[in-house]
């Protein structure tokens, strides 16, 4: 069998704060207060917020359903997130945190699989570096908002 299309983006963002307040940014649960538009229905957790194996789903506008399992919890170190769009494709979403003085450091690496042909042609279309790159650094202000809420 041929490999499927992958594309593989990582970016850094250094976020002023304490490494356990910006590790909390990362639940799904939390996101709902700094991610615009973002929404989740957690499907399992015992905490309720983001841990090793919790599930959950998105759905935005008019693309399919979107299925998430937490694969690493590790606070204040690492959290991997496994998002799938059935069909068409997964992504491994893994952030690594480290304080670096009065900021976290995050480093934060989407590695995009098809899983069919409208997979392949969506990774191929509409994920590129430079969105991914934008991303990204948006978080560093919605975090940095979101810390002095909190």
Request: include cysteine.
């Amino acid at each position: 069998m041929e490999n499927s299309i992958r594309k593989e983006f990582t970016h850094t963002i250094n976020i002023k704060g304490d490494i356990l307040k910006v590790f909390k940014a990362f639940c799904p649960i939390a996101e709902k207060e700094w991610v615009p538009g973002w929404d989740c229905n957690m499907l399992f957790s015992k905490s309720g917020i983001a841990e090793k194996n919790c599930l959950f789903t998105t759905k935005h506008d008019n693309m399919p359903e979107v299925i998430w399992i937490c694969s690493i919890y590790d606070p204040s170190n690492e959290v991997e997130y496994v998002r799938t769009v059935p069909g068409h494709y997964v992504t491994v979403i893994d952030i690594k945190t480290e304080q670096k003085n009065e900021y976290t450091e995050c480093t934060v690496k989407n590695t995009h699989t098809a899983l069919s042909a409208e997979g392949s042609h969506y990774i191929l279309n509409h994920l590129s570096e430079v969105q991914f790159i934008s991303q990204i650094d948006s978080w560093k202000n919605e975090i940095s908002v979101f810390l002095n809420n909190h």
